[in-house]
Nanobody, 120 residues
Framework: QVQLVESGGGLVQAGGSLRLSCVAS????????MGWYRQAPGKQREKVAS???????DYTDSVKGRATISRDSAKNTVYLKMNSLKPEDTAVYYC??????????????WGQGTQVTVSS
């Protein structure tokens, strides 16, 4: 099995910054894509950013220019740095990883989520 553990959420004032971290552990041979999603109250979960094993990144339009996703493949860790935070960034942020097991099976895993609240 694989576990993803996020950290770094909390209460931030509008205009502030934060950095989320997510560490994957368990039965891992390789991690392909990693990403961050978020879900605000009453809304569907949406992708915020993703990064491939080749370091190709992708961002949703609402965070472009304000967010940076990065990863440390040696540590099975993905980060999300967000600047100029807005109240509409308030959501539970979830880490996602496509993990290949030692038996070469690929599965997607989710973290438990970390709350980010941006006050105006």
């Amino acid at each position: 099995q694989v576990q993803l553990v996020e950290s770094g959420g909390g209460l931030v004032q509008a205009g502030g910054s934060l950095r989320l971290s997510c560490v994957a552990s368990g039965s891992i041979y390789r991690i392909d894509s990693m990403g961050w999603y978020r879900q605000a109250p009453g809304k569907q979960r949406e992708k915020v950013a993703s990064i491939t094993s080749g370091m190709h990144t992708d961002y949703t339009d609402s965070v472009k220019g304000r967010a940076t996703i990065s990863r440390d493949s040696a540590k099975n860790t993905v980060y999300l740095k967000m600047n100029s935070l807005k109240p509409e960034d308030t959501a539970v942020y979830y880490c996602y990883a496509e993990v290949v097991s030692p038996r070469l099976y690929k599965n997607g895993y989710w973290g438990q989520g970390t709350q980010v609240t941006v006050s105006s």
